[in-house]
């Protein structure tokens, strides 16, 4: 994903895709400030060759490389996410899903929130926003 980085107000680092709906809607893929990381609901849109596949499974695992640059570009691991938060319009489908974020979630445990909602396009099968702490929280 082309990510780009800036910092902007009370120290806040904003990180963009350069994706036209995060220009059109005029938010950042994620937003670090301090040691705490907001990633925006995340779809499986590969950017950088502006498509999105048509299954379930395959946009689960580009919508988890998504997430994880948009963490290394604000300096998070996965490891530093505390909660996500995981939507999926299709229940029938959502267990396809579930079984590929629970690999990706295995060894973090956050606390995760999942519901089926309708999402921006129907092309979109399922999106996932998480919150990071970085550091050592012991």
């Known amino acids: 994903m082309p990510i780009t980085t800036r910092t902007g107000h ?4 904003y990180i963009s895709t350069g994706s036209s709906t995060e220009k059109w809607v005029n938010y950042s893929r994620a937003v670090r400030h301090g040691d ?4 925006s609901n995340t779809s499986g849109y590969h950017y950088d ?10 946009q ?3 919508m988890i ?6 963490l290394d570009a604000a300096g998070a691991k996965p490891q530093d996410i505390v909660r996500a938060v995981i939507f999926c319009p299709q229940p029938d489908e959502f267990h396809d899903a579930l079984d590929i974020i629970s690999e990706f979630l295995a060894d973090i445990k956050p606390t995760v929130t999942a519901t089926c909602s309708p999402l921006a396009a129907p092309s979109l099968k399922i999106e ?3 919150t ?7």
């Open 10 to 13: 009370a120290g806040r680092t």
């Open 36 to 39: 705490w990381v907001f990633v």
């Open 49 to 58: 060759e502006d498509r999105i596949d048509t299954d379930i499974a395959s």
């Open 60 to 62: 689960t695992r580009q």
């Open 65 to 70: 490389v998504n997430v994880t640059d948009a």
């Open 128 to 130: 996932m926003e998480v």
């Open 132 to 138: 990071a702490l970085l550091g050592d929280a012991s």
